[in-house]
Each structure stands twice: as C-alpha cells, then as structure tokens.
C-alpha cells in the first residue's frame, strides 16, 4: 500500500514544524527547569487551529480530523514532548467527548472555548488507588435534587491545577459497578468545594502540568452530566481510544527528535580518527531506532486514517499506541548511549526525551493494558470497535 500525505496536510506538518522551531525550542530548556506551562503558548496553538481537528465547524472546528491531529502533535513533540499534552486536553479529550456525548446546550457552551483555548481543559479519571482499573475509582457523586455532590480525589491529573472546565468521572451507583459510573461537565476554579494541588516531583515531562483534584461535598448543577447517569464508562473508553492516540503521536515526536540527534551526534563526534557512524555497533543502533519509528509512523497514521473514516479502530489505535511508547523508550535509551557520558549530562537535551519517552507507557492506558486490549481482541474476546 502506497500512503502519501496531501500537499495539504504537509503544510500542517510544516506549521507544526515552525512554531515548535521558532515558539518552544528557543525557551524549552529554561521552561523545563522552571517547570512553566505558559498559556499564552496554548493560546497561540489555538490561534492556528490546532485544536479544531475533527471538530465541527459550528462548534469552532477546522475542517481537518484525527491525522491532522497526529501530525501536529507529532512536530511539537520533536521538540518537546511536554507540549503535546494540550492537543488531548483541548481537543481529542474533552472538546470530541463533548461533540459526541453531549446536549446541543453543553456543545455550544464548551466546545468553542476549549478549541480557541480560552477554556483549559482537563479530565480526571485516574485516583490514589486506581489507574489501570479504572472501575475501582472511590469518587462518587450524590443526587441531591437539585444538584449533584461529589466527593473523593483524583490524582496524576493533567492540567489540574490550571485547568477551567473539564471531565470528571464519578460513581453515581456503586452497587451497579461499572453502569453505575457517569461523566460530569466540572468548572474546578468556579465550583465550591474543588481543591487542586500541584505534582512537581515528575521523572520528566516538567512542562506538562500535572496535579491533583480534591472534591468535598462539591456542588454541580443537575445539567452537568454528559450523557446518560450510567453512561460513565462507556464514555470513559470511548475518550480514551481517542486520547490515547494523541499519546502515540507523541511517543512518535519524542522518538523522532532522538533519532534525528543521534544521527547528528554520530556524525559529528569522533574516536579513532573517524565520526563514531563510522562504527558498525553506531550504526546498528541507528539502523533498529529508524526501522522501529517508521513502523512506529505507519502504525500511528494508520490508526489515525481509520479513524477518520469512522471505522472500526481500537485494536489498531492500542497497537500504535503501545508500539510507538516502546519505539520511544528504545530510541532514547540507544541515543544516550550513543552520547556516552555527554547523553547523561544534564548539558544536552537527549536526558530530557529520555525521561519524557517513559511517560508513553503508562499514560492512557499502561503498555499492559495496551497489551490486554490487543490481545483480547485478537483472542476473540471483544470486538474490535
């Protein structure tokens, strides 16, 4: 199969390219060391239309869709994995879960704040005592009439402590165990009760905002619950087949980056009177980092083109995802070996990919989970939806 790329999606690729040379690589160093996220950045990401990809046009789209997506998250993550993080938070997570799931009301409301970024956008799943089991969250949301109560903590949150509205997931009937979760619309800066905090103390992706939410006795209106009460995890998978491409095309970026510095890297330094590329254990390592990314690549834009056809996609979603986390893994790991002790030095950015690339096996979804899905699909066991 011969896949080529439409000039206009080039161009896409190309923009992405330029702001992260011109907008994020000059400041990216000091920003990582200062743990900053400026949302004046986001704001100018919006700006292009980065987040309007598979977003209707009434709502603020762009006309573009999911590999559109991928190949700006792709470029930004070459140059700073952490700067990924808004194309799930502001649009394949919350604005696309919204388009889907919610009332022509919560649509018009959200939406266009979110893909012009004057919304920060977040979604909370993840708590103290459950991430891969998403089921046993202890969150909880009460019906009190003429409102909703919701109590409990949810920890590992992107955009926590600087986020506006976003999704949170909530047990409304523990009793029907996973039919009894549902999805509410939060405001956590404008909602009595919500406590977020920072979490500072991260391996690496330092520019990409993490955090906790804490909820006691917070008070939401009835009209916040997207969807059906009941309808949480359903909403939750249907999110998550969605975010965790964004994942993947980061892992993709942040392999991308290496690879393209280890190949500097090998040509420049000598040993021997000759460039270290000249060496075949050099070159190996290259040869398996550049057969791994463009599996990686194929893997990534094919689930992605899958998903713009509307066709069935979460096995092949789960394969990039885990493929391109792993591929990411290797390639820096393989690059810091390349630098020798200059990749351990904190003087060249191949220390920061390789802190970032772990995050890709465990955000949305473990590499075991990726794993179970895969399996579990290829078993028979479930559909591929």
């Known amino acids: 199969m011969i896949f080529e790329l439409t000039p206009e999606q080039k161009m896409v690729q190309e ?14 160093e000091q920003e990582e060391e200062q743990h900053a996220f400026p949302l004046e950045r986001v704001k100018k990401m919006a700006d292009l239309g980065f987040f309007g990809c598979g977003v209707a046009e009434e709502y603020g789209g762009n006309g573009m869709g999911f590999m559109e997506s991928v190949l700006l998250a792709e470029q930004i993550a070459k140059v700073s994995p952490s700067w990924r993080l808004p194309f799930n938070m502001q649009n394949l997570g919350p604005a696309l879960t919204v388009q889907e799931f919610g009332t022509e009301e919560q649509k018009q409301t959200h939406i266009p704040k979110w893909v012009a970024a004057d919304s920060v956008g977040f979604f909370a799943i993840t708590e103290p ?15 009190c009439g003429d409102h909703w109560e919701i109590n409990g903590q949810k920890t590992w949150i992107s955009n926590a402590h600087v986020g506006d509205v976003g999704l949170v997931y909530a047990y409304t009937d523990r009793a029907a165990k996973y039919k009894g979760m549902t999805c509410f619309l939060v405001d956590l800066k404008k909602t009595e009760g919500v406590t977020t905090r920072p979490i500072e103390t991260k391996l690496g992706l330092h520019c990409a905002p993490t955090g906790e939410v804490l909820f006691d006795d917070a008070k939401v209106p009835k009209d916040a619950v997207l969807g059906q009460v009941g309808d949480g995890f359903r909403i939750c998978m249907w999110q998550l087949n969605n975010t965790r491409l964004g994942c993947a095309a980061g892992a993709l970026g942040c392999a991308g980056g290496v690879l393209d510095l280890a190949i500097q890297y090998a040509n420049e330094r000598t040993q021997f009177g000759q460039p270290i590329g000249k060496f075949q254990l050099i070159q190996a390592s290259i040869a398996e980092m550049m057969a791994e990314h463009h599996a990686a690549q194929l893997l990534v834009y094919r689930a992605a083109y899958l998903k713009d056809q509307k066709a069935p996609n979460q096995l092949e979603t789960s394969i990039a995802k885990f493929y391109a986390a792993e591929a990411a893994v290797h390639a820096t790991n393989e690059t810091m070996k390349i630098y020798g002790s200059w990749g351990f030095s904190t003087e060249y950015p191949v220390e920061r990919y390789f802190r970032d690339a772990k995050s890709f096996q465990v955000v949305e979804g473990t590499s075991n989970i990726q794993k179970t899905i895969i399996a579990g699909i290829a078993l028979g066991h479930a559909a591929n939806r």
């Open 15 to 28: 923009q992405a390219k330029r702001f992260a040379e011109n907008e994020i690589k000059p400041f990216v």
């Open 129 to 143: 005592n459950s991430g891969s089991d998403v089921a046993g969250m202890k969150t909880t949301a009460k019906d």
